[in-house]
């Protein structure tokens, strides 16, 4: 066997307790697999890293089924056909769809959509113009149900989901006001992308009094990516028939239990919000639509986007385990080749 027939995988080694650190991953080298009828193998480009896969990694059914312990990570690869077993696609093409954390990985053609480097670079397909924008897309227009003249916040708003959210709530006519976690993201956000204020939520003491200073007419919609201290504030901001999309709980992936006690629902009675969960999945039937508008935006200048850039297959985890730090700017990504 020569290298070429080889290809690199991360596997999960074990499940974390808590926070998940480097030992629960392990690089492995085995024979490049090779696609069925309906399948393509690609070189893997880019691989995405996401917040959700900290579900995969427990042993609990959820929306997103478990990874078992030996197994191959998976996730999102924009990558290149080397091997074609559909009619629709042959070597050279460029796509993005369901891999491996590998070098080279097998895909459902079935899943796959082509990539176009004239709408925008690559990794762009695994965040705005992938499963993040769609879901800040459906999320904030569908839940959100945004109004001219709203003031939206979002959580997590210098991530993946949250920076496309606040772009999205701008161009609808809202007042945008984010939470992020380092001066150099809330600069981003208002000087880049157009947010009306943020809030450092690592340096704010008391995120009542920023709110209020932020959102002095009060929040009518709150994109929560995070949950948390934040979430709690929010809360007691909300204004009459205030919307809460509850897209993730960042802040709660690795709880090993749910808190309980009195929390904040009490605050919903009087304002009458609605609180309502959302799965970017739900909206599949209509992912061209959010495909063509998202990539009109990002042709057209109106909605910005950022990649954070991990270098090298082998620091892939590094990169996984950076979400829960912040290490990201925009939507994180690992360069493979
Ligand atoms: P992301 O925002 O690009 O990355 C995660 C960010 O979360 C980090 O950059 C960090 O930024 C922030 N964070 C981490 N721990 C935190 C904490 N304890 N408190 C506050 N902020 C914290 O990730 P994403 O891919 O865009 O996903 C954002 C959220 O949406 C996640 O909760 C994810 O699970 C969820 N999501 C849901 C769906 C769905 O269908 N429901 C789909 C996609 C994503 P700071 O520097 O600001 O702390
Ligand atoms: C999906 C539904 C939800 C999916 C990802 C998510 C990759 C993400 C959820 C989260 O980040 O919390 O079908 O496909």
């Given at each position: 066997m020569t290298d070429t027939d080889t290809t690199r995988e991360w596997i999960l080694a074990e499940r974390p307790r808590g926070e998940p650190d480097l030992d629960c991953f392990d690089f492995r080298e085995r024979d490049r697999p090779s696609p069925d009828a309906g399948e393509l193998l690609v070189r893997v480009r880019y691989l995405s890293v996401d917040p959700y896969m900290r579900g995969r990694m427990r042993d609990a059914e959820s929306y997103a089924e478990p990874w078992a312990v030996g197994d191959a990570l998976q996730g999102g690869v924009v990558g290149e056909v080397v091997e074609s077993a559909d009619d629709r696609y042959e070597p050279g093409d460029l796509v993005v769809g369901n891999g491996t954390w590998a070098d080279h990985a097998?895909?459902?053609?079935?899943?796959?959509?082509?990539?176009?480097?004239?709408?925008?670079?690559?990794?762009?397909?695994?965040?705005?113009?992938?499963?993040?924008?769609?879901?800040?897309?459906?999320?904030?227009?569908?839940?959100?149900?945004?109004?001219?003249?709203?003031?939206?916040?979002?959580?997590?708003?210098?991530?993946?989901?949250?920076?496309?959210?606040?772009?999205?709530?701008?161009?609808?006519?809202?007042?945008?006001?984010?939470?992020?976690?380092?001066?150099?993201?809330?600069?981003?956000?208002?000087?880049?992308?157009?947010?009306?204020?943020?809030?450092?939520?690592?340096?704010?003491?008391?995120y009542g009094a920023a709110l209020a200073e932020a959102a002095p007419d009060g929040v009518d919609v709150y994109f929560d990516n995070v949950g948390g201290p934040i979430t709690d504030a929010v809360f007691r901001d909300l204004n009459l028939d205030a919307r809460v999309a509850v897209c993730g709980q960042i802040a709660h992936y690795n709880d090993e239990e749910t808190p309980t006690g009195p929390r904040k629902l009490p605050l919903l009675i009087a304002a009458r919000a609605r609180v309502q969960g959302l799965l970017v999945s739900d909206y599949a039937t209509r992912f061209d639509e959010a495909a063509d508008r998202l990539s009109k935006w990002v042709a057209d200048g109106e909605i910005e986007h950022r990649e954070t850039v991990v270098e090298g297959l082998e620091n892939a985890p590094d990169a996984f385990l950076g979400l829960f730090s912040g290490d990201n700017v925009g939507k994180q990504v690992v360069r493979v080749d």
């Open positions: 097998v895909l459902d053609a079935d899943d796959v959509a082509p990539v176009d480097p004239a709408v925008a670079d690559p990794p762009a397909y695994l965040g705005v113009l992938g499963m993040p924008g769609r879901t800040a897309y459906f999320g904030l227009l569908e839940v959100g149900e945004p109004k001219p003249g709203d003031t939206v916040v979002v959580s997590g708003a210098a991530g993946a989901v949250g920076s496309v959210v606040g772009q999205i709530a701008k161009l609808n006519g809202c007042r945008v006001v984010g939470f992020a976690g380092t001066d150099e993201k809330t600069e981003w956000l208002t000087a880049g992308l157009g947010f009306d204020a943020a809030i450092n939520y690592r340096t704010a003491d008391d």
